[in-house]
């Protein structure tokens, strides 16, 4: 069974940057595609950002793309999400996640397509 276990967050404030990374174990990482996701008080979780297995692919929500970036080191297990440029609307609970994809090209945005999921950490940007 993969376990996710995510770090990094923290209270900032708007402009700055932070770096969450997510390390895993039980599993064979590099047949993973992860994702990272947000859930912000009161409202849904939503998809923030994903990468493919190999690192070669990544895809991103509109409301993060060029300013945050998705990268993984499979060597050590780990997913990362850098994110600058800190706006108040980016604080929430962030969570990493991660599927198997069997090959397939699909950039998964959904959170029901994603089989296991870290516990999150809390990213709070003051203005």
């Known amino acids: 069974q993969v376990q996710l276990v995510e770090s990094g967050g923290g209270l900032v404030q708007a402009g700055a940057s932070l770096r969450l990374s997510c390390a895993a174990s039980?599993?064979?990482?590099?047949?993973?595609?992860m994702g990272w996701f947000r859930q912000a008080p009161g409202k849904e979780r939503e998809f923030v950002a994903t990468i493919n297995p190999s690192g070669g692919g990544t895809y991103y929500a509109g409301s993060v793309k060029g300013r945050f970036t998705i990268s993984r080191d499979n060597a050590k297990s780990t997913v990362y999400l850098q994110m600058n440029s800190l706006k108040p609307e980016d604080t929430a609970v962030y969570s990493c996640?991660?599927?198997?994809?069997?090959?397939?090209?699909?950039?998964?945005?959904?959170?029901?397509?994603?089989?296991?999921w870290g516990q999150g950490t809390q990213v709070t940007v003051s203005s």
């Open positions: 039980g599993g064979t990482f590099n047949l993973y595609a």
């Open positions: 996640a991660g599927r198997r994809t069997y090959g397939s090209i699909h950039y998964a945005t959904g959170t029901s397509e994603y089989n296991f």
